[in-house]
C-alpha cells in the first residue's frame, strides 16, 4: 500500500509540474493559419446561405486539418486524403445510431477501439485517433431526421475534403523539395498488445457514454471525449498526468466559454472565435496539453451548438467539470485494468 501511495503521490507531483511545461515541437504556422481559417469559414457561408447547422457540420469535418501538421511535409495531403473516407464514417455512425442508446455507446466504442488501434499500428503522433472519436461523439449532439443524413455527411466530407485541398496546396507553393521518407521495418497488423490497449480504450469510451446516459447526465459525450483523451497516454503516470490536465484545462476553458457566451456573440464573433480557438489549439497541442484544453472545451461547445446557455456560469462549470471528473475515473480505473494485465503495450 505504502508503495501504491508513494507512485501516487509521485504521478501526482509530475502532473503538476507537467502543467508548466511548454515541449519544444516545431508547428508549421503556414499550415496552421490556413487549417484554421478553413475551419471557420464554412460556419460563414452557412450563415450567409441560411444554413448555419449546415455550416457548422461542415467546420466538425474541416477537424481533419488538425493532423495536418503531424505528417511529413509534402505528403500531408495524401496522409489526410486516406484518413478522409473513416473520418466521415466515424460521424456518419454517430448520426445513425444516434435515437437508439445501446446502438449509439456500442459504435461509438467500435470507432473508438479502430481508431486507437489504427493510430498504434500507424504510430500517430498526437492527436492520433483522438479526433475520430471525438467528431462521433459530436454527431450525438445534432439531432438529425434520418432523411436529413445524406445531405449532412456531405457536408461533413465537404468539410474535410475542402481542409484536404487546402493543405495540398499549401504544400505545392510551400515545400520546394519533397523529403525522402525511408520504409521502417514491416510489422504485422495483428498485434495483441494494441489490440488489448484498443479493446479497453473502446470499450470504457463506449461504456462511459451509455452509463453516463443512464445515468441522466445532459452532455454524456464530455465523459466520452475526456476518457478518449485521457488514455492516448501510455503508462499509469501518463493516465495521471492527463487527468489533472484535462480537469484543470477544462475549468479554465469553462470559465472562458462562459465568459463568451456571455456576452450572447454574433455569428460573425463566433466565425471569428473558431478561427482562433483553431489556431491556439494546433500551436499548443504538442506542446501543453493543460494550456490547449483550455481552448479546446470552448472550441467544443461551439461545435456541438450549445451556445444558447441559460443557466449561470457556476452551474455550468460544476456540470462540466462533474463530467470531466466522472471520466477521469472511467480512464483511471481502465488504466489500472491495462496495467494489471499481464500485456506490454507501446
Known sequence: MARIAKQVQSGFMHGIKSLFAIQSVPRPLSLIVICSFFMAMPLMAGVLAGYPEVGLTTCVGSLLGLYGASFTPGYRASALLKMLLPFAGAYILGLVTQQNLAASAFFLGLVAV???????????????????????????????????????????????????????????????????????PSQPFWQLAIAVKALVVGGTVGGSYYFASVGGIDNPYWVSITVAAILQGQRMTDFWQRSLHRATGTALGMLLATGIFAFSPSPLVLIILLFVLAFTIEMLIAKNYALACIFITPLTVILAHTASIESGADMLILARMIDVLIGAGFALVAGGVLKALPVEYR
Not at 461533413?156 to 515545400?175: C, E, P, Q, R
Request: net charge positive; charged share 15%; glycine share 6%.
Open 114 to 184: 479502430i481508431a486507437i488501434y489504427l493510430a498504434l499500428y500507424k504510430r500517430m503522433r498526437p492527436p492520433a485517433g483522438f479526433f475520430f472519436i471525438m467528431v462521433c461523439c459530436l454527431s450525438k449532439t445534432h439531432p438529425v431526421a434520418l432523411s436529413d443524413i445524406p445531405v449532412i455527411a456531405g457536408a461533413f466530407l465537404a468539410g474535410s475534403l475542402m481542409v484536404t485541398v487546402a493543405v495540398y496546396l499549401h504544400d505545392l507553393i510551400t515545400v520546394k523539395d519533397k523529403p525522402q521518407i525511408e520504409a521502417g
